[in-house]
């Protein structure tokens, strides 16, 4: 799939998250919101996202990165993953410095609370993975 498709999938639907149930958009809507779009984001291979290019502010009502990521790095700080339990436990005291960690022990901690929870736009805020039970 190419860029040019991934940008109308992606802009089709933050388009269609956006308008009011029963509207329509017409085909010139579309392509001056694709272009606003493209104007604002560049794809980011290392994290195969949309990110906004430097300088641009998000939209209002919208988090920025640097807050998602605070966010879930005060998270981490405060938490430590048990794989005993595959849960996450708070820490007893006060939080730990996240800048001390090990590159590895970081990457592990991402890694960890990335696969328990996940942003939810409604809200705001990073929320714990529902965890889907077998059928018995």
Do not use: Y
Not at 11 to 28: D, I, N
Not at 34 to 61: I, Y
Not at 86 to 109: E, V
């Amino acid at each position: 799939m190419g860029h040019a498709q991934w940008i109308a999938m992606i802009a089709g639907g933050v388009l269609a998250l956006a308008m009011p149930a029963g509207a329509q958009q017409t085909r010139e809507q579309v392509k001056m919101d694709r272009d606003e779009f493209m104007r604002s984001h560049t794809f980011d291979n290392s994290c195969e996202c949309w990110v906004l290019k430097a300088g641009v502010q998000p939209p209002p009502g919208v988090k920025s990165r640097e807050e998602v990521k605070a966010e879930r790095d005060k998270f981490i700080s405060g938490h430590v993953f048990s794989n005993t339990c595959d849960c996450w436990r708070p820490i007893s005291g006060p939080p730990r410095n996240i800048s001390t960690m090990t590159r590895d022990q970081r990457k592990n901690a991402t890694e960890a609370f990335t696969r328990t929870h996940e942003w939810d736009s409604a809200t705001d805020s990073w929320v714990p993975r529902r965890v889907v039970q077998p059928r018995k």
